[in-house]
């Protein structure tokens, strides 16, 4: 129910203009009654087998997917060193004062200002990613994304069994975060892309299989300051990262943590995020590792 979700637009759902399905009584029915609607369109199919939908579309458009690379510590600045894992200790304190405050400002400029935002750590790694989507793009300038490059998923499913084979549990956590840097200095700069890529996200990582746990969080919104607090986002990306590092030997833990924020979805009924003028979507995308329990 977050898919296609960007601070700046609630669910996919909410363009269904019209449902049709097989009901429980072996019945077709078509909805299209607004209210009705609300309920139908994001039910899962609870109410029967889809047969048909009509979605409202928007003008077609593009988007500056404006990339980089950083310091996790300054793309999420942790809270204090209590939420900093030993490995980063040290970098953490060579970071200023001042540049840790600009690097919270910049991070809650980018989470309203962005038409689209997505935050990667990959495990044990100090250094992630953001992409950054703006809505200042124009179609002379785009040119279709090249997917073969991320046509990778059948070699790194096989660099990833081989260290199961021989019992490298923490490789099997680096395989991806090492290929992942290596096919991303390829596609790395600024380029102008399509919405509807842009909401697919298709570069974002090599596609391999892996087992996903989505966690939406609500931010409060400060009414007196017109402003929202980030700082239960900052707790929860810092508290999957130590999670990970705690469990660092026996690499237990090989997920990506993707953070994203998603806007206020009103018109869907059983949206998670129904009745939030933000959320923020933690997932952790788990590579899937043979041999293990």
């Known amino acids: 129910?977050?898919?296609?979700?960007?601070?700046?637009?609630?669910?996919?759902?909410?363009?269904?203009?019209?449902?049709?399905?097989?009901?429980?009584?072996?019945?077709?029915?078509?909805?299209?009654?607004?209210?009705?609607?609300?309920?139908?369109?994001?039910?899962?199919?609870?109410?029967?087998?889809?047969?048909?939908?009509?979605?409202?579309?928007?003008?077609?458009s593009y988007v500056t997917l404006r990339p980089r690379q950083q310091s996790c510590l300054t793309i999420v600045p942790p809270l204090?060193?209590?939420?900093?894992?030993?490995?980063m200790m040290e970098s953490y304190r060579k970071i200023g004062q001042g540049e840790m405050k600009k690097a919270l400002e910049v991070f809650e400029k980018e989470a309203i200002e962005c038409y689209n935002?997505?935050?990667?750590?990959?495990?044990?790694?100090?250094?992630?990613?953001?992409?950054?989507?703006?809505?200042?793009?124009?179609?002379?300038?785009?040119?279709?994304?090249?997917?073969?490059?991320?046509d990778i998923g059948p070699q790194l499913q096989a660099e990833i069994d081989k260290a199961a084979d021989e019992h490298r549990w923490k490789d099997t956590c680096t395989?991806?975060?090492?290929?992942?840097?290596?096919?991303?200095?390829?596609?790395?700069?600024?380029?102008?892309?399509?919405?509807?890529?842009?909401?697919?996200?298709?570069?974002?990582?090599?596609?391999?299989?892996?087992?996903?746990?989505?966690?939406?969080?609500?931010?409060?919104?400060?009414?007196?300051?017109?402003?929202?607090?980030?700082t239960i986002v900052r707790k929860a990306f810092w508290d999957m990262i130590n999670i990970a590092h705690k469990h660092e030997e026996e690499g237990a833990c090989n997920h990506v943590v993707h953070l994203r924020l998603v806007g206020e979805s009103n018109n869907t009924t059983l949206a998670p995020h129904r009745g939030n003028k933000l959320t923020c979507v933690l997932d952790t995308h788990s590579i899937v590792v043979k041999n293990r329990r």
């Not at 601070?7 to 996919?12: D, E, L, T, V």
């Not at 009584?25 to 139908?40: E, F, G, H, I, M």
């Not at 096919?183 to 299989?209: C, F, M, T, Y």
């Open 1 to 60: 129910m977050s898919h296609a979700g960007t601070p700046h637009r609630g669910n996919i759902a909410e363009y269904v203009r019209e449902i049709t399905f097989v009901n429980a009584l072996c019945q077709v029915q078509t909805v299209s009654d607004p209210n009705l609607l609300r309920s139908a369109s994001g039910a899962f199919g609870a109410f029967g087998v889809i047969v048909s939908m009509v979605f409202r579309l928007e003008k077609f």
């Open 175 to 230: 395989v991806l975060s090492n290929k992942f840097q290596e096919v991303r200095q390829e596609v790395d700069g600024i380029k102008v892309v399509s919405l509807p890529e842009a909401l697919q996200n298709p570069w974002v990582h090599p596609h391999v299989p892996v087992t996903d746990l989505s966690i939406g969080i609500p931010i409060e919104f400060n009414e007196t300051t017109g402003k929202f607090d980030f």
């Open 80 to 87: 204090d060193d209590s939420y900093v894992p030993m490995s």
């Open 117 to 150: 935002r997505t935050i990667y750590w990959f495990p044990f790694e100090e250094m992630g990613w953001v992409n950054g989507f703006y809505l200042d793009g124009k179609d002379s300038q785009w040119s279709p994304m090249e997917r073969t490059k991320w």
